[in-house]
């Protein structure tokens, strides 16, 4: 019986996808560490949120003749899975592959740990319920990453997850102990009558449109994708702030019923999304944040350590040129000096640094070919101290500049909308003519492409970073050059193509039709939800 009732539970079911996903992390760590951890933990939280930890049985359960000790035990057995394999497979894998992948395997078990004890604590917190407080699924994440870091920073790591294996026990064994034989839909006391205010209208007719809008798992969904976007990173941005929109379009499928226009409906579903996004965006361009860490030029690689005491000129990718035919060009300074730039090959174009050095070559040489990156990416030929002092005076590079901002916020737009025009293609009403099975076929091949695409992309890729970043941005430095001057220019021709996607996802919109269940978005301190 208890098996049954974990298959039926949603955690289980998102337990293969997410254990294929740490297995995928831990195969693409050694080569880009951190960046594939932050998307794999945003991909956590997402999977995490659509689990609903804080739901301990649903209507159909609870009037199952099952004791409620069997509808606690495969709820918990179901979360712990979502927590552990995943975990263990990623610890496991981490550990085959080597490259000094140790610690990460082990910030994966300190993670597992954390997040149980946390679980554990929204299943014990109003146990007699059908559901615990939404607002304790959105604050576990959040305090399991405070504990985790504090646990990575402080020196005594261990003690602090043994102590959170502890609590997490003796709590797990408290609530055990607390299990009722059924769990309550309705609340035990009378509630108190509201006070009559002479109107049966609502003060505020919209609100329930708004809240259907703001459903609870965007709470932590949003946020997640308004980071990735402020860091500078475009790939997993919009996708995150997506997900949102496809939980509104289910959360908002009553309103149909309403004398209200389906365009009027994705305006406000879409457009506080886009804002947001290019917000966000914009506050990481002016404040730096999108570039932290992530130098533009930089004098010397700190992984290769030369000899000869000639440092190497490293630039961003997105300054890099491609050699056409893949013959490499020589780089001559003007009192004859010569480099032979390294190409490097994806897919089937050839690539160079143009203000690289060779081991051979000068120290002169290796401070003209500086001069020459910074001439081209802040303005100005420097040397490093003049471009140290002039960073501190706030000098702005070309990636940074007004016209390349609402460049970059009009690509990060486009793949909002480019994700909002596939997620209304796949509601097409010609689809729903199809066979069930027939369309999760459908679906899952699509997410399986996307998947192999954006695997692929940072797999081929041969420089930091998701090779499609590097590329966009070069992409948008060349039209940068070759639009006129003026800002408005600039805007419009950004506008158009924003325009244009708007119209497809518009009328792509008028055929859609959500065939899934209507769901009922919760305000984030229901007390009661199955």
Not at 219 to 236: D, E, K, R, Y
Not at 311 to 333: E, L
Not at 360 to 375: H, K, L, V
Not at 412 to 420: E, G, H, Q, R
Request: aromatic letters at 10%; one cysteine or more; charged letters at 15%.
């Amino acid at each position: 019986m208890i098996l049954q009732l974990m298959k039926r539970d949603p955690a289980w079911k998102f337990t293969p996808w997410l254990t294929a996903a740490a297995v995928i992390a831990a195969l693409l760590y050694s080569r880009y560490g951190s960046l594939i951890l932050g998307a794999t933990g945003g991909f956590i939280v997402a999977i995490f949120m659509r689990a609903q930890p804080h739901q301990r049985v649903t209507f159909f359960e609870a009037a199952l003749p099952v004791a409620g000790r069997d509808l606690f035990l495969a709820r918990f057995l179901s979360l712990m899975a979502l927590i552990w394999l995943p975990a263990t497979a990623m610890a496991a894998t981490l550990l085959l592959t080597g490259n000094g992948a140790f610690p990460a395997s082990v910030i994966a078990g300190f993670a597992a740990v954390v997040l149980t004890m946390g679980m554990i604590i929204i299943l014990s917190t109003r146990i007699e319920e059908f559901a615990a407080p939404v607002w304790a699924t959105l604050a576990c994440p959040a305090a399991a990453c405070v504990v985790l870091v504090l646990t990575l920073e402080l020196k005594h790591s261990i003690l602090i997850v043994a102590i959170c294996g502890a609590v997490a026990i003796i709590l797990g064994v408290l609530t055990w102990n607390r299990i009722p034989e059924t769990f309550q839909c309705a609340p035990i006391a009378v509630s108190a009558p509201r006070k009559n205010t002479g109107s049966a209208a609502p003060s505020l007719p919209w609100w329930p449109i708004i809240r259907s809008l703001l459903a609870w798992q965007s709470a932590i969904i949003i946020p997640i994708s308004l980071w990735w976007v402020a860091s500078g990173i475009w790939l997993f941005a919009p996708m995150y702030m997506m997900m949102a929109y496809a939980q509104s379009l289910v959360t908002t499928r009553w309103t149909l019923a309403l004398p209200i226009s389906r365009r009027f409906m994705l305006a406000i579903a879409l457009v506080p999304m886009l804002l947001l996004l290019a917000g966000s965006a914009e506050v990481g361009m002016l404040t730096g944040y999108a570039r932290q860490g992530r130098d533009l030029v930089r004098l010397g690689d700190p992984s290769h350590f030369r000899p000869t005491g000639t440092p190497d000129v490293m630039v961003n990718p997105a300054f890099w040129r491609i050699a056409p035919g893949g013959r490499m060009p020589v780089i001559q300074a003007p009192w004859g000096e010569e480099f032979h730039p390294e190409p490097v090959r994806i897919l089937s174009l050839t690539f160079y640094n143009p203000y690289a050095t060779a081991e051979g070559n000068s120290r002169r040489f290796g401070e003209w070919q500086f001069a020459r990156a910074t001439s081209d990416i802040y303005g100005q030929p420097m040397t490093p101290r003049e471009l140290a002092h002039a960073k501190r005076a706030d000098l702005k590079p070309i990636t940074l500049r007004p016209r390349m901002q609402i460049l970059s916020i009009g690509v990060i737009l486009a793949f909002a909308l480019i994700w909002a025009w596939l997620i209304e293609l796949l509601s097409w009403h010609r689809l729903n003519r199809l066979s069930a099975t027939v369309r999760k076929t459908l679906i899952y091949s699509v997410a399986l492409i996307l998947g192999v695409t954006v695997l692929g992309d940072l797999w081929v890729s041969k420089v930091p970073g998701p090779v499609s970043q590097a590329a966009l941005e070069a992409g948008l430095l060349f039209v940068s050059r070759h639009l006129p001057p003026s800002l408005a220019v600039v805007a419009l021709v950004t506008l158009v193509p924003l325009v244009v996607l708007w119209c497809l996802i518009d009328r792509q919109d008028a055929a859609s039709e959500i065939s899934s269940p209507v769901q009922q978005a919760p305000s984030l301190f229901d007390r009661y939800r199955a």
